[in-house]
């Protein structure tokens, strides 16, 4: 599981653009439908928690394969239909920075 994480990492875009309009929106979503899991405040809840203390030894790019792809056999759906690569990098920068 690990190397296939590395693997989807790899392919994915160094840097993570998007336009401060949908930045809104991802952070809106973060809140609201991450938050859904993951707790309002991100400290855990049904899924782990998401704050960057939490999140420190996590790459990016990681993070951002199991936003697209999620975790097989557990509540983590993948959002790849509904996210760009570039936006699921940009979740992981925030979701490590705030």
């Known amino acids: 599981m690990r190397s296939l994480a590395i693997l989807l990492a790899l392919a994915l875009p160094a840097s993570a653009e ?28 049904l899924g782990s928690p998401l704050t960057a203390q939490a999140l ?4 990016p790019e990681a993070l951002a394969s199991i ?3 999620g975790v097989p056999e557990t509540a983590m759906p ?8 570039e936006e699921a990098m940009w979740i992981a920068r925030y979701l ?3």
């Open 56 to 59: 420190a030894h996590a790459e």
């Open 78 to 85: 993948p959002w790849r239909p509904l996210l760009t690569e």
């Open 96 to 98: 490590k920075q705030d």
């Open 18 to 45: 998007v336009a401060p309009k949908r930045a809104a929106e991802l952070q809106h979503m973060v809140t609201q439908d991450c938050g859904s899991c993951h707790g309002l405040t991100r400290k855990g809840g």
């Open 67 to 69: 936003i697209l792809d």
